[in-house]
């Protein structure tokens, strides 16, 4: 992508909606570019990196706010990474808490459609656990 593109120009090539480059700028993960006589928005390489981070960061789930601290951080090279360490940690404690969680959601699932007759609805053991809480062993949190 060559210098000073349109957003939608920037958007193919970053692989980032249109709405969402607009929505980054908004909560300020990425800075509002120059625009031109017209009033058009233009985009330059530094603007398609920070998107890739960004859309990165995204995909491996972390939160709007660790990557704005993981954005100020790329911003000052010289610093220790002891912090974007400690929010990468973080980040992956709370991503096993969610396994825990999704594993034992599947084993009730597993459980529910085992036990299901595959009669009629009103025998339906999926039917029967989703009306009654106390049927369910799921912890719920």
């Known amino acids: ?3 000073d593109v349109s957003i939608g120009a920037t958007a193919r090539a970053s692989g980032v909606k ?3 480059i607009r929505f980054y700028e908004q909560i300020g993960l990425l800075s509002a570019p120059p625009r031109t006589e017209g009033n058009r928005r233009l985009y330059g390489q530094a603007d398609l990196r920070r998107l890739a981070f960004i859309r990165h960061a995204r995909e491996l789930g972390f939160e ?6 993981l954005l100020a951080l790329q911003d000052e090279p010289g610093q220790s990474c002891a912090a974007a360490d ?3 940690r973080s980040h992956l404690a709370e991503v096993e808490r969610r396994i825990v969680s999704l594993t034992a959601l599947r084993k009730e699932l597993k459980r529910m459609i085992t036990e299901c007759s595959h ?3 009103g025998e339906c053991r999926v039917i029967e656990v989703l009306a009654d809480h106390g049927e369910c062993h799921h912890h719920h949190p």
Do not use: G, H, Q
């Not at 709007?64 to 601290?69: F, G």
């Open 86 to 88: 400690e929010i990468a």
């Open 64 to 69: 709007v706010d660790a990557i704005r601290a």
């Open 1 to 3: 992508m060559s210098s």
């Open 18 to 20: 249109v709405p969402t």
């Open 119 to 121: 009669s009629k609805v």
